[in-house]
């Protein structure tokens, strides 16, 4: 089993930023593709970005673009997203996944993901 861990989330103005990191622990070294996903009231849980065990595949939903950073450090078992420019249309709740199949690739659908953390509410003010 792998646990994760999300933190980082707040309240920000629009056109700030935060850094919202995701920590694994227990059979970490069976976790390969690992990504965010955010769900707004209301609304269902819809892909971020994903990136791949090695970090050379990465995927960004249109929107953020730009704005947002994917990373992970292995070493720490940890993965991030930074977050700028934001947008009140941001705010969501936002979620850390990660699969542990051998032979995955980065997948925009959660079905493809194993794990998921609580949550970690992100609230953009105008």
């Known amino acids: 089993q792998v646990q994760l861990v999300e933190s980082g989330g707040g309240l920000v103005q629009a056109g700030g930023s935060l850094r919202l990191s995701c920590a694994a622990s227990?059979?970490?070294?069976?976790?390969?593709?690992m990504g965010w996903f955010r769900q707004a009231p209301g609304k269902e849980r819809a892909f971020v970005t994903a990136?791949?065990?090695?970090?050379?595949?990465?995927d960004y939903e249109d929107s953020v673009k730009g704005r947002f950073v994917i990373s992970r450090d292995n070493a720490k078992n940890t993965m991030y997203l930074q977050m700028n420019s934001l947008k009140p249309e941001d705010t969501a709740v936002y979620y850390c996944?990660?699969?542990?199949?051998?032979?995955?690739?980065?997948?925009?659908?959660?079905?493809?993901?194993?794990?998921w953390g609580q949550g970690t509410q992100v609230t953009v003010s105008s």
């Open positions: 996944a990660a699969d542990a199949e051998i032979f995955s690739t980065i997948s925009r659908s959660a079905s493809a993901y194993e794990y």
């Open positions: 227990g059979r970490t070294l069976s976790v390969n593709n």
């Open positions: 990136i791949s065990s090695s970090g050379s595949r990465i």
